[in-house]
């Protein structure tokens, strides 16, 4: 029922050899903040073990949930009850927005990246984090990332698509397969 933030965050490829110290100071920082953290593993990538590393150092801290990975309607639950979703997941540019959720991004993974403006970057430097977290818990940035356009979409493409589908139906000739070798 408390206000919690979403925290994934992944290694960079290129940055394997920074991945435990970038975590480490996220990590701590969050653990100042008042909110719950609920944490989901980082993915398989180089520097993931050492994510995974820092990130165990909270199991049983005061205020950290933290989970392997969740089933898909957990997961949607939790992005649909999150305060805001700290790290660098491709969640916080893809999935975040159809929750009106605002994503604080750190670091370099997915910099650039197009996003419907649910993303606010920031690098790994504490006062910087800490303003973005205290903006995007604001209602007034709640209600600014609802008014937002998504660029993937609305969530109604699968409907759209099985739609189009059923209208080829009348016309088989447009879904025959011609193998041409």
């Known amino acids: 029922p408390e ?3 979403l925290v994934i965050f992944h290694p960079v490829r290129t940055e394997a050899d920074k991945a435990g110290r970038q975590a480490r100071y996220l990590f701590e ?3 100042k903040r008042p909110e719950r953290k609920f944490a989901i593993y980082p993915n398989n990538a180089p520097g993931a073990e050492a994510i995974l590393f820092e990130l165990r150092r909270f199991e049983r801290a005061q205020g950290w949930t933290i989970r392997p990975n969740l089933a898909t309607l957990e997961y949607v639950g939790a992005m649909s009850h999150a305060a805001a979703m700290v790290g660098n997941s491709s969640a ?3 999935e975040a927005p159809f929750f009106n959720l ?3 991004h750190i670091g370099n993974r997915n910099l650039d990246r197009q996003h419907a403006g649910n993303v606010t970057f920031v690098d790994f430097d504490e006062p910087d ?3 973005a977290l205290d903006k995007a818990r604001t209602p007034a940035e709640r209600t600014r990332v609802a008014a ?3 660029p993937y979409g609305d969530g109604h493409a699968g409907g759209r698509v099985a739609d189009l589908l059923v209208s080829y139906a ?3 000739e447009v ?3 011609m193998v041409t070798y």
Do not use: A, C, T, Y
């Open 129 to 131: 984090i800490i303003r």
């Open 170 to 172: 009348e016309h088989p």
């Open 3 to 5: 206000p919690f933030l």
């Open 148 to 150: 937002l356009q998504n």
């Open 102 to 104: 605002p994503m604080l």
């Open 29 to 31: 920082i969050l653990d």
């Open 92 to 94: 916080g540019f893809v």
């Open 175 to 177: 879904l025959r397969k």
